[in-house]
């Protein structure tokens, strides 16, 4: 059975920050030569998959998320050459490599946005979304994700054109066949080169309403200042599905391909949303990310309610993912907040990272147990930050350069790091977790061994436990006749659980109990943060 299930279901996939992994010509940032020297660590910890934020050409307004040439390797990254070397190194070592495709927008700086601003006759004119104002104000009252009206006034040519994050990051138009077929051979020309996939950025946003209708304003639960709208009319709307299956028609051609979805949605998140894009779950995304885990309060309640959420909305043949941590929001143990219970809560969080079904996101730095930077405000980089500040201070301090060791700068870089190094770094870096055989990287590394080698923590249908309460989260994971008993002590005191008689009773794994002990009682008794795998 085992070798019909494709990678991308049994394994686990690390999410990197390219520019802050590792810096190997001292520049201070992060490359890609620096991603290749680490690739035995990453074997080491039993990553299956990596996937890079984007490395490719961009003016960086976002930070790579504003592409200007989709074939190449932006120079403060490398050349193609050196990506080439990092793929050949990856597979080598039974690693797949996925790649942020970034085709909701383009820069302005993309020759295809270059030529479609030159002129209204301009064949490239159509490929974007070009409309005149009405009564001299915009074509509708969409706002950006990043601020402000989401039109943006050009005077030479006398038209508005339709950005839905910075003015620098103009909106495709996906309605236009024109550019479904030059996005297909963008793709083409990684999935041939032999990259395992992409990470589709907000997939969620692709196609607009035809007629640009406006949009109702309305508060969400959790009221954000970029968050004013109701995004009905320029987000999420059914004609995106039909981009992806087309996607999935072409990754299909290829063997073992894996695209993954952002489908972003505010607080507080949208399970059955994301798992609309995986349509029937064959025929259009392989996973889509849901954020209602990250939003959720910490807790064995809420994460319960978020986990179920999230599998019930997963269609049948479809696969969930896992995600805790991201680029782009508060890292998990800054969101938890109390750091005299970070050490505990980091254990819970891998454990029911880990062993939750789906596919798991690890983001670099999660499974060293690192914490959001302080940035001040004049040393922030990020455009959403600097508009929203103090409201909103940005996404620099998820993205702070990996802590490799307690030498300067962490040792990522020889030079002067693009954002600070956080000062922890002499506490929490890989080095000292390395020697540390109960630090949270062995955890992670542990964990993740168990799974490569139990099928039923990596692919068993979840059922939550009975006995799960408000500091308890049980559940359990079952293939075949394996069934496994995962129980998550999510409180800083002693907690209990009811057991069944039909309970799995021997230790698998855990945190404070030996590895095939007997736990019998009806009524067990946690210790504080306890993480206890029984099987
Ligand atoms: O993110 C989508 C997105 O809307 C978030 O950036 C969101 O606005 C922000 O996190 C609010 O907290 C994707 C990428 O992940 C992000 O890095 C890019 O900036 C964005 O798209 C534009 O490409």
Redo the contacts with the bound molecule.
Sequence with gaps: MKQNVPWWKSGVIYQLYPRSFLDTDGDGTGDLPGITAKLDYLADLGVDGIWLSPINCSPMF?FG?DISDYREIDPVFGRLSDFQHLLDQAHQRGIRVILDL?V??TSHLHPWFVASRASRDNPKRGWYIWRDGKNKKPPNNWLA??GGGAWQWDEPTGQYYLHS?LKE?PDLNWRNPEVRQAIAEEMRFWLDMGVDGFRL??INFFVKDENLRANPFGLGPTPRP?DLQKHIYDRNRPETLDVVRVFRGLTDQYDDRMMVG?V?TPPPGDPKLSATYLGTGEDALHLSFDFSIIYSRYGAGPFMKAASQWMESIPWAGWPCQVLN????PRSLSRYGRPKHAPGRAKILAALLLTLRGTPFIYYGEEIGMVNGRITRRQLVDP?GKKYWPL?KG?DPERTPMQWSNAPSAGFSTGDPWLPVNPDYPLINVEAQQQDPNSLLHFYRNLIALRRKTPALSLGDWQPAAGSNRSVMAYYRSLGADRLLVVLNFDASVAGIDFLATDPARVVFGTHRRKGEIVSAPRLKLAPHEVLILG
């Design positions: 976002d998320y970034v909701n927008h994700a990043f994050f990051q950025d907000v970029y952002e972003y991201n680029h782009d929001q959403l909103h996404r």
